[in-house]
Each structure stands twice: as structure tokens, then as C-alpha cells.
């Protein structure tokens, strides 16, 4: 196996800091504990889906192992100054779990208003990329919506 101890990287504006362990069995092994102490969440997300509409700063942890192809591991977000395809979020969070390769998101939970307006997502991938994710909001007003507002100026 490979041990990459204390290591840094940086892809994009996001730096990233922690271990990583490469194994060479029957298969690919890896582990890893990886923080993410002030980043963007267009990297974060960038690593496995292309998503032009979001951006935010993020920070975290997130812990993955297993064979690679199986994973196991769960990430813990903190969102800041998200915008959400023209909607400023000034806060959020985030937690997921892998668990035999899929995917859980348990909850991103955007907020503004000091609450009164919120998005909750949660749901799955599973192999293949196949989604299955609720989007549930609370407290918009169609009329105070910011992409309308956009929309407006444009008629």
C-alpha cells in the first residue's frame, strides 16, 4: 500500500489538507480523511459533476473507505454565500453518507431571511448515476424571488 500522510493539494480555489491511504489487494483500496478548511463549493462539486449555476464557500470533512468501487464514508459541509442558479443562500450545511458505492445525501439545507425562507434536498445516487433526490422549500414568495426579479428586467 501507498500512504500519503499530511498531504495538500488544490484544485481550483479549494484547498484541500489530510491522509490517504492507496492499497493494492484484490482490488483498489483507498482511504481517506480529508478536510477541506476553506473552499468553494464549484470545486467541491466540480470533482464529479459539471453544475454552472452554484457557487459558495464551503468547509468540511469528508471520509471515505473501501474498495473503490464499493466505498464507504460519510462528509460533513458548512455552505457559505451560496448562490443558487441566481438565489443568494447565506448559509448552510450539508451531510452525506457512501455506503457500498451509493450515495445518500441525508440533508443540504440552504437558508436567508435568518430562516424564514429554506431549500432542503436529500435522496440518492446509485450506480449508474440513477437520482432519486426531494427538493422541499419553505417560505419563498414567488413575487420576492430573485431570479424573477432578473427575469423582470429583461421584459
Not at 489538507?17 to 470545486?43: C, H, S, Y
Not at 440552504?110 to 436529500?122: C, I, K, P, V, Y
Request: proline share 3%.
Amino acid at each position: 500500500h501507498l500512504d500519503f500522510n499530511n498531504f495538500k493539494a488544490r484544485i481550483g480555489q479549494t484547498r484541500y489538507q489530510g491522509n490517504l491511504r492507496l492499497g493494492f489487494e484484490k482490488e483498489l483500496m483507498l482511504g481517506t480523511d480529508l478536510i477541506i478548511p476553506d473552499g468553494r463549493v464549484e470545486d467541491v462539486i466540480g470533482m464529479w459533476i459539471d453544475a454552472p449555476g452554484i457557487t459558495g464557500a464551503v468547509d468540511g470533512v469528508l471520509t471515505l473507505s473501501g474498495p473503490v468501487e464499493n466505498l464507504d464514508g460519510d462528509c460533513g459541509l458548512t455552505l457559505r454565500d451560496v448562490n443558487l442558479y441566481g438565489e443568494d443562500f447565506p448559509e448552510g450545511e450539508a451531510d452525506a453518507v457512501m455506503q457500498d458505492g451509493r450515495f445518500t445525501l441525508r440533508r443540504l439545507a440552504l437558508r436567508r431571511q435568518e430562516g424564514r425562507e429554506s431549500l432542503l434536498a436529500r435522496g440518492s445516487i446509485g450506480a449508474g448515476w440513477g437520482m432519486d433526490i426531494d427538493l422541499l422549500s419553505d417560505g419563498f414568495r414567488l413575487e420576492e424571488l430573485q431570479a424573477m426579479e432578473i427575469g423582470r428586467a429583461h421584459v
